[in-house]
């Protein structure tokens, strides 16, 4: 089962900055804070990971709380090609780990 | 940018029937790994694959699936008998398990199967 908690859904305007919760209060040390994202009926694709320090990609930051318990995914200038299923997932950073996924926060983002 | 690349995009079959469903990972990974989606469901963990066997494998791979890398190159989910409720989207993905994004998965855009 995932060990993450998402609110099921979220709007955006168009523009504006998403922030997407995420609660892992059962988090492990070595378990690194994973985001993917699903267009329609796409193949989930990859975001940002991180461990403990804030990231920031192309795409995305990541903010995590300094206990880890819980952590932001924040899109700067959301599109209407962000409306997506958005996806956190807690898990040890070895190849051969699955990603288990949840229901994840269905982000709409609005013109 | 290389990508995973499955086939066919959507099958057909009757029930009983078995299936083969086909994916090419990225040339350098090293693990692979099948889900699938049943419509309007969350993305489920089927079957992990490495060093030509299987790492780890959930409830729902059961005796009529199988996976193979017969080449070296394509990766493939068998469903020997296929029932109703196997109706649904099939996701492969591979990752290099090492390097700079360590832990990213790569997806294929799937393949629908529905069964009748």
């Known amino acids: 089962d995932a060990k993450t908690t998402q609110p099921p859904s979220m709007d955006c305007a168009e523009g504006r900055a998403a922030n997407l919760p995420c609660n892992h209060s059962t988090i492990s040390g070595n378990e690194y804070v994973y985001w993917y994202r699903q267009i329609h009926s796409q193949g989930p694709q990859y975001i940002i990971h991180?461990?403990?320090n804030n990231e920031t990609n192309e795409m995305a930051s990541l903010i995590i709380t300094e206990d880890r318990k819980s952590s932001t995914l924040i899109l700067p200038h959301a599109t209407l090609r962000d409306t997506a299923v958005y996806y956190c997932i807690v898990r040890p950073n070895s190849g051969n780990t699955p990603l288990v996924f949840g229901k994840g926060t269905r982000l709409s983002v609005i013109a | 940018e290389p990508e995973v690349t499955q086939t066919p995009s959507h099958q057909v079959t009757q029930m009983g029937q078995e299936v083969i469903l086909r994916c090419v990972p990225i040339s350098n990974h090293l693990y692979f790994y099948w889900y699938r989606q049943i419509l309007g469901q969350k993305v489920e963990f089927l079957v992990s694959f490495y060093n030509n066997e299987i790492s780890e494998k959930s409830e729902i791979f059961d005796d009529q699936f199988s996976v193979e890398r017969p080449d070296g190159s394509n990766f493939t989910l068998k469903i020997r008998s296929t029932k109703l409720e196997d109706s649904a989207m099939y996701f492969c993905a591979s990752t290099s398990g090492g390097g700079g994004r360590t832990g990213e998965l790569f997806f294929g855009e799937g393949s629908r199967l529905t069964v009748l």
């Open positions: 991180g461990l403990k």
